[in-house]
Structures are given as C-alpha cells and as structure tokens.
C-alpha cells in the first residue's frame, strides 16, 4: 500500500453515529437502518467513546425487551480502551494498528479526540481493489450523523431504489 495514502482518503467522513445515552435497542434500529457494520458511540462532547459492532448488538438485544429499553450503549463501551487515529495519519500505520489490536473498525478522531470519521477493514479491501472513492473535500468537513433529527429509512427501502438522503 501506498504509504503517501492517508488514512483521509479511505475513511467514511460521514458515519452514523449513537450517544453513548441511547438505548441498546436504539443502536440496533439505527445499524439496521444505515447498514453499517460498526457504530461509534459519542459522549456529549462529540468525543468518540468506542464502536460497536453487529454483532456485538445482536448479542445484547436478545436481552428481554423490558431490559432493552432500560440498558443504555454507555453499558456496552464501558471500561473498553478506545484506539483512534488521525485523518492525516498514514493508512499503512492505521492498518497495522487494526491488525495488532486485533479490529474491524477504527474511529477517526481530530486532535481533540472528537469523532471525525471511521475506517473500517472494508475500506482497506476496497482499496486494494482500486475501489475506493477520494474523499473529496466537502465530505471531509461533513459532520458525523448522529441518530437525530430522524434516523435513515430502513434498509429493505434502499434495496427498492428510494434514495437515501
């Protein structure tokens, strides 16, 4: 891999994104709706709190819905060493950062540790296939999309062709 590629030019600019005081079973509505495998949770100061994954999600909600509606996404991060990158970094170092911390996504933060971005091992794939879109700049200064004002229309309306906004 080109060590001049930027993590930048790889990363989703415009993730959705869960704070991390929503619900499990809201994070489980919003990665169903937005097909994202992976869900940066955000405190409240934009700060990235960690990722969740499917997987991980489909676990917790085989709790009883009484307790789903209870259990917050700050339950499930907690106590969880977060590892970011830069957009500026390399994309060859962020990658060997994924392989020895043994993960499929990795937040992309600014300075301050404010999620910015995510880079996901999908995005290396694609890479590697000459598949992957520059991120131009009007995407990168997009803000990551959060589950408000509405969340995204479900996923089975995408695979109709009703666009996505």
């Not at 509505?29 to 409240?44: A, D, K, N, T, Y």
Request: include cysteine; glycine fraction near 8%.
């Amino acid at each position: 891999m080109d060590e001049r590629l930027s993590v930048s030019a790889l990363m989703d600019g415009a993730p959705y994104a869960i704070g991390e005081d929503e619900t499990v079973l809201m994070a489980w509505e919003v990665v169903e709706r937005c097909g994202q495998s992976h869900l940066p949770v955000v405190r409240r100061d934009g700060c990235c709190a960690g990722v969740l994954d499917r997987a991980e999600l489909a676990v917790a909600c085989a709790d009883p819905a009484v307790t789903l509606s209870r259990r917050r996404v700050r339950d499930l991060v907690r106590g969880r060493r977060t590892v970011t990158v830069h957009a500026e970094e390399p994309a060859p170092r962020a990658a060997a950062v994924m392989t020895e911390e043994r993960i499929d996504a990795l937040p992309v933060t600014d300075p301050r540790g404010r999620l910015t971005g995510l880079l996901t091992a999908r995005d290396f794939v694609a890479a590697a296939a000459g598949l992957h879109r520059r991120t131009g700049p009007a995407q990168q200064a997009a803000l990551v999309r959060t589950t408000l004002p509405g969340l995204p229309p479900r996923r089975r309306e995408q695979e109709h062709g009703i666009p996505i906004p």
